[in-house]
C-alpha cells in the first residue's frame, strides 16, 4: 500500500541534501577566502621578521668593514650562525616545517647579538634597540 505522505518525505530528504550540498560549497568557499587571508598576513609577518634580521646582519656586517675591531670574535660567531639561518629560511616553500624551528634560532641569535651590543632583545617591531625621543618640555 502506498503512503500518501511517501512525496512528501522524498521531498523534504530532496530539500536536505540540496542544502547540505549548497552548505558544503559556500564553506569551502568561505573557507579558501579566510585561508587565503590568513596565510598572507602570516606571510607578511614572517616575512618582515625575517627582512629585520636580515637588515641587522647587513648593518653588523657594514660596521665591521668600516670599523675591523668593533665587533668581537664571539659576536662575529653568532652572526655568521644568523647568516647561515637567514641563508636556511625557505622562502618559496612556506609549509616547510623547518621554518619554524628556523625563525626561534634566529630569535636566539639576535637576541644574543643586541644583548651583546647593548640593544636589548625585544624582538623585531617590538621598539627592540629603540631610544626613547627627546623630551620636548620646556
Known amino acids: 500500500m502506498d503512503d500518501p505522505f511517501d512525496g512528501a518525505v522524498q521531498l523534504e530528504a530532496a530539500h536536505i541534501a540540496d ?3 549548497a552548505g558544503r560549497r559556500a ?3 568561505a573557507g579558501l577566502e579566510e585561508g587565503r587571508g ?6 607578511f609577518e614572517i616575512g618582515v621578521e625575517v627582512g629585520h634580521y636580515a637588515g641587522c646582519v647587513r648593518a ?19 652572526i655568521a ?4 639561518c637567514l641563508a636556511q629560511v625557505p ?12 625563525l626561534e634560532a634566529l630569535r636566539g641569535k639576535y637576541k644574543t647579538v ?3 651590543l647593548g640593544k636589548g632583545g625585544a624582538g623585531a617591531g617590538a621598539g627592540g634597540g629603540e631610544q626613547a625621543p627627546p623630551s620636548l618640555a620646556y
Open 19 to 21: 542544502g547540505a550540498a
Open 60 to 78: 653588523w656586517r657594514a660596521l665591521q668593514a668600516g670599523a675591523p675591531g668593533a665587533v668581537p670574535a664571539r659576536l662575529e660567531r653568532s
Open 91 to 102: 622562502l618559496y616553500t612556506p609549509q616547510d616545517e623547518a621554518l619554524t624551528e628556523l
Open 38 to 43: 590568513l596565510g598572507l598576513a602570516k606571510g
Open 81 to 84: 650562525a644568523m647568516e647561515e
Open 27 to 29: 564553506g569551502l568557499a
Open 114 to 116: 643586541t644583548a651583546a
